[in-house]
Each structure stands twice: as structure tokens, then as C-alpha cells.
């Protein structure tokens, strides 16, 4: 399993398909953070996202931050949620937007493995929880967008070191939630035979 | 006069109860972390839990939040038949304290109404926060805990009416099954509380009382006891792994809440902690004292 480190936003498919199920990447650059309300507005109320998502990764959070002025924020506690609630809008955050990355904590179903497929975007698993780290890797609010939807706005920042994160899903069709849950459910049958 | 101080007295124990819970996840906890790091095997395992040890670091040397989610705010209470406070005026104290925490750190403040999905308020509402109580006859002191619960692990919540020919074999299949189920999202390896037994709404309130012991503490039933050990081992054979990345541990442990129920009734419930199982606790005497720890 390889150790990778990449530079977002990226304009170069063959960043993405050199990841493979299992690696671990170290992030740098910027990401866009973005929860349930957020991509409900884009593609279910049909509003266009302030800022451009080509090449982005985005970071499945509605942060805790203190706010410091007319549309500036500071860091208070970042971290990352739950992705299965918002697996349906990996098809077109990839056909639309040309989104590379969707990170989160928990995984995808399989139902994204196509879609990140055919569009060449990955999935990164976070550890969920480790809020306090994360926190320290993320230098600065840069942008955010949609404040009325609080915390679940659109956010940009920058970061340092981001991670480390393991690629759950790749571009080429394998999913480590695939995999896990294919053997879990074969030794749940062993499991039962026990009991 | 007396209640009046006392019912700021219980409001300052909350505040600082929820804040302290968020930010220093007790040593029993840290110590089964530890402990689970040094026996996984698999690679995503291991990047996890050193990345989990290095987060509660962290959060120590920052004194920041261990995790971004405050979750709603879960007190139980045990209080004394001669405690000279009325619960009423217990839960009043509680909001009050929820509410200071949230607005004065500041704390995202998680809150909504079911149906509007409005905030309604710094992490309170209408019947928010939750308590439990327990009243215990011939004491005069007040014993309050708080849980503060995130979204992830709380969503991994389940349950099932097992029948009486299900026996033990069902509810051990059904919380199996629920875990695998869960799979990553619920941040593995956390406690998986069951509740068996009483009705459905109180199976599921075991299993949350369950999920809020000291790690590793058995039910003072043996029969119990033993359903706690033998699940802890199967749940760990599952292999879904810290984060359901794949590993060798899936729990930290399986805490099991019963209560006696009908004979025709078999109910199972599920309630997952993540691994920021996150627990502080107050002893208030009726004087006004308060003593801090995390001993239940």
C-alpha cells in the first residue's frame, strides 16, 4: 500500500488513477467542505454553487467556528461526518462539476463505486472523531458561501498536511467497504453456525 | 433561598460537565484505545488508531474538542429522596447549563425541530436535552452524568422484537447483525450498548444507559455477564475493522442493560458509542458540594 501526497484542486485525471483501494494520501492545497443542506440546494432546489468545483475535493463537515467579522471565520473545532447520507449526489458532483474527491468519514455504499468510475474521482476515508487533528491542519477559513445555511454552508480552506487519509474507493471499480462487508457477511454465516 | 443556590449550583455542574466531556475522554477509554491499537493487525487499522491516539493528544495540548459533534446532550441522574432540589427544577438547571456551555465556549449548537429542520436553540429545545432519571430512597445527595452523543454512532441505532423461540441465539444474531450492518459509520471501535428485555421504548433506553458505563464493567446478572463476553468476542470476529476499513477490532466492548419482560416478548435493542465515548460526571450534595469524577 502506497503513501501519496496530492495538491488540490487538480486539472490531471492521472493524479486521481495512480490511487489505488488501500493507500494512504496526505492532502495539500484547498478543499471545499460541504454537508446534507448544501448539495440539497445545488441539485435538488437547483442552485448554482458559488464557487468552482473543477478538480476540487470536497470534505464532507459542518464545522464549529467562531465568527470574527462580516463574512470571516475562525476555526473553533473541525471535523468530518457521516458520508452514506449523501452517496446520491456522487454522480453528479462527478458529471457536472468534475469533482475529483469526496471525503468523509464512515464510507460510500457501493453504489458509488460506478459513478467515481466512470467520472475518475476517489473516495477518502477520514477517521471520524479526530476533530481536535484535523483541526490543527486546516490554516485558514478562506472563503464561505450560503452563510443562512449555518453550519452547513459552503466552505473553502486551506490546508497543511491534511490527513492521513485512506483511499476507501478508487477510480478503477474497488471499494475496501466492498471487500469488508463481502467477508463480514461470509463469516456472519460461519458465526451463526456457532452460536 | 437554599433551592435557589443549589439549582445554580447544579447549573454551573452542567455547564462544565458537557465542556469537560467533549474535550477529556476518561482514562478507562484511553486505556482500551491503547489497548486496542497495540492489537490490530491490519494496515487502514493501525493508521487509524495511532491517528485516534494522536487526535486525543491533541485535544489534551489544545484544549480543543475531541470530536466536532456535540451531539444532543444526554444527562442521567440519580437523585436522592431527600436531595432539596425538585426535578423539575433539576431539568431547569440542566437547560440552563446545556445552553451557557454552548453560547459561552462557543459549541456548534446541533439542535433542530423534527419537522422544519429549523435551529432551535444553543443545543436545546423542546424536550431537549434528555434525561434519565433513577430515584434512590433514603440518600440526600444528586449524581448527574452527561453523554454528550453524536449524530454518526446514534444513527447506528436498532431494533427488534425478537420472539421467545428467537432465545438467546436471536439476539445474539441480531446485534451481529446490526454491527456488520453499521459497518464504518458509526466510528468503530466504539461500545456497542444492547438492551434486552422490559418493552420496545425501554429495551432501547437500556441499551443507552449500557453504552454509558465505565468500558469494560459487566452486568452484576452472570447470565448477563456471560452474553457480554461472548458477544464482545463474535463482534470481534466480524473484521469490519476501526472505521470499517477491515481489521481485527471492531468494539472496545459490549455493555448489556436487561429488565424483566413479558413471556411472550423477546425485545433487542441496539445503541452504538463511537470510540469518543465521551462521559463526565458530578456528585452534588445537599449542601451544595460537588465532587467531580467519572466512577459511574
Known amino acids: 500500500m502506497a503513501v501519496h501526497e496530492v495538491t488540490f484542486p487538480i486539472a490531471d485525471e492521472q493524479e486521481i488513477l495512480k490511487l489505488r ?34 478538480g476540487a475535493f470536497l470534505l464532507h463537515t459542518a464545522p464549529g467556528v467562531r465568527k470574527v467579522g462580516e463574512g470571516k471565520y475562525e476555526k473553533v473545532c473541525i471535523g468530518t461526518t457521516t458520508s452514506a447520507r449523501m452517496v446520491r449526489f456522487t454522480e453528479p458532483l462527478g458529471a457536472q462539476y468534475g469533482v475529483r474527491a469526496i471525503c468523509g468519514k464512515g464510507g460510500f455504499p457501493d453504489e458509488a463505486i460506478e459513478p467515481m468510475r466512470k467520472h475518475g474521482m476517489v473516495y477518502f476515508a477520514i477517521v471520524g472523531g479526530a ?36 483511499v476507501g474507493i478508487d477510480a478503477h471499480g474497488n471499494s475496501l467497504y466492498h471487500d469488508v462487508q463481502e467477508a463480514a457477511k461470509k463469516k456472519l454465516e460461519e458465526l451463526y453456525a456457532r452460536l | ?44 487499522g493501525q493508521r487509524v ?14 484544549s480543543n474538542l475531541v470530536c466536532q459533534d456535540t451531539g444532543i446532550a444526554v444527562y442521567t441522574c440519580r437523585v436522592g429522596e431527600h ?33 422544519t429542520r429549523e435551529n432551535t436553540g444553543p443545543n ?31 444513527n447506528m441505532s436498532f431494533l427488534k422484537m425478537c420472539i421467545p423461540a428467537d432465545g438467546v441465539k436471536g439476539i445474539k444474531q441480531f446485534v451481529l ?31 443507552k444507559e449500557a453504552i454509558a458505563r465505565p468500558i469494560g464493567t459487566r452486568n452484576s446478572d452472570p447470565h448477563v455477564a456471560k452474553l457480554e463476553e461472548e458477544l464482545f468476542e463474535l463482534l470481534n470476529e466480524t473484521g469490519i475493522g476501526p472505521m470499517g476499513l477491515g481489521g481485527d477490532v471492531t468494539v472496545l466492548n459490549c455493555h448489556i442493560e436487561h429488565a424483566d419482560t413479558h413471556m411472550t416478548l423477546n425485545p433487542v435493542a441496539v445503541n452504538y458509542q463511537c470510540w469518543a465515548a465521551r462521559r463526565a460526571s458530578a456528585h452534588i450534595g445537599a449542601d451544595g458540594t460537588v465532587d467531580y469524577d467519572r466512577e459511574f
Open chain 2, 1 to 44: 433561598m437554599i433551592t435557589t443556590d443549589l439549582q445554580g449550583i447544579v447549573e454551573d455542574a452542567a455547564a462544565h460537565l458537557y465542556v469537560w466531556a467533549l474535550k477529556d475522554i476518561p482514562q478507562d477509554l484511553r486505556d482500551a484505545l491503547a489497548d486496542a491499537a497495540e492489537r490490530e493487525t491490519s494496515v487502514p
Open chain 1, 131 to 166: 476533530a481536535a487533528l484535523e483541526t490543527t491542519q486546516i490554516e485558514e477559513i478562506e472563503e464561505v458561501a450560503w452563510e443562512e445555511l449555518m453550519p452547513e454552508c459552503l466552505w473553502k480552506f486551506r490546508v497543511k498536511d491534511f490527513g492521513p487519509l485512506t
Open chain 1, 21 to 54: 483501494a488501500g493507500d494512504e494520501v496526505i492532502v495539500q492545497g484547498h478543499i471545499i467542505g460541504l454537508r446534507d443542506r448544501t448539495q440539497i440546494r445545488i441539485f435538488d432546489q437547483g442552485v448554482e454553487p458559488p464557487m468552482d468545483l473543477r
Open chain 2, 49 to 62: 488508531l495511532s491517528t485516534i491516539l494522536r487526535n486525543v493528544q491533541i485535544a489534551d495540548d489544545e
Open chain 2, 177 to 207: 447483525e446490526s454491527i456488520v450492518g453499521a459497518g464504518g459509520k458509526p466510528c468503530p471501535p466504539g461500545i456497542v450498548g444492547v438492551g434486552i428485555g422490559g418493552s420496545a421504548d425501554y429495551a432501547m433506553y437500556l441499551a
Open chain 2, 124 to 154: 436545546t429545545g423542546y424536550r431537549l436535552p434528555i434525561v434519565h432519571w433513577e430515584f434512590i430512597p433514603d440518600w440526600d445527595g444528586l449524581d448527574v452524568k452527561c453523554v454528550p452523543k453524536g449524530s454518526g454512532s446514534e
Open chain 2, 83 to 115: 436531595f432539596p432540589l425538585h426535578p423539575v427544577r433539576i431539568y431547569d438547571a440542566l437547560k440552563a447549563g446545556t445552553e451557557r456551555a454552548t453560547i459561552e465556549h462557543p459549541l456548534r449548537s446541533n439542535a433542530v425541530h423534527t419537522i
